[in-house]
């Protein structure tokens, strides 16, 4: 394998990663938007209701996303750097629109149990903390790559 297979299997795998996890926020947003969604019409509550509206305004950015992701991957090497730059940047804006939905997700914790809901938010924050950490580029980090 050459060097610059190896780069594009990295980058192709870091890209895997978000789709990963933004498949994940879909999942888990329609999840929500159906069974909280059957549950509202039976028994209504003003903090629900207000729950599934951010996650239902998440969801178009989400699918977005894959859209955008998808037409990245197929049109590899075609794109000018600018064209590619505004797409990563409308990519990042939909990610963080699919990581707020997670406050939707909260308040339908907080709904269920006070106890729940302050165990997830902070559960959330320390995952994405971390996993934000983790994912960091090594010279970000300040660390060196060993050498071999």
């Given at each position: 394998?050459?060097?610059?297979?190896?780069?594009?299997e990295s980058r192709t795998s870091?890209?895997?990663?978000?789709?990963?996890?933004?498949?994940?926020?879909?999942?888990?947003?329609?999840?929500?938007?159906?069974?909280?969604?059957?549950?509202?019409?039976?028994?209504?509550?003003?903090?629900?209701?207000?729950?599934?509206?951010?996650?239902?305004?998440?969801?178009?950015?989400?699918?977005?996303?894959?859209?955008?992701?998808?037409?990245?991957?197929?049109?590899?090497?075609q794109l000018t750097e600018g064209?590619?730059?505004?797409?990563?940047?409308?990519?990042?804006?939909?990610?963080?629109?699919?990581?707020?939905?997670?406050?939707?997700?909260?308040?339908?914790?907080?709904?269920?149990?006070?106890?729940?809901?302050?165990?997830?938010?902070?559960?959330?924050?320390?995952?994405?903390?971390?996993?934000?950490?983790?994912?960091?580029?090594?010279?970000?980090?300040?660390?060196?790559?060993?050498?071999?």
């Open positions: 394998m050459d060097e610059g297979s190896v780069n594009v870091s890209q895997d990663k978000r789709w990963t996890i933004m498949a994940a926020l879909l999942g888990t947003n329609t999840a929500f938007m159906l069974f909280q969604g059957i549950e509202q019409e039976r028994n209504y509550s003003q903090v629900r209701e207000i729950a599934l509206t951010i996650i239902a305004a998440a969801i178009p950015f989400q699918g977005i996303y894959f859209l955008i992701y998808t037409f990245i991957l197929e049109h590899e090497g064209h590619l730059k505004r797409l990563q940047t409308a990519s990042a804006l939909c990610q963080l629109m699919a990581y707020a939905s997670l406050i939707g997700v909260a308040m339908m914790w907080y709904n269920i149990s006070n106890y729940v809901g302050v165990f997830f938010v902070l559960a959330t924050g320390a995952a994405v903390i971390l996993i934000r950490t983790v994912m960091r580029p090594l010279a970000a980090v300040g660390d060196e790559i060993p050498s071999q």
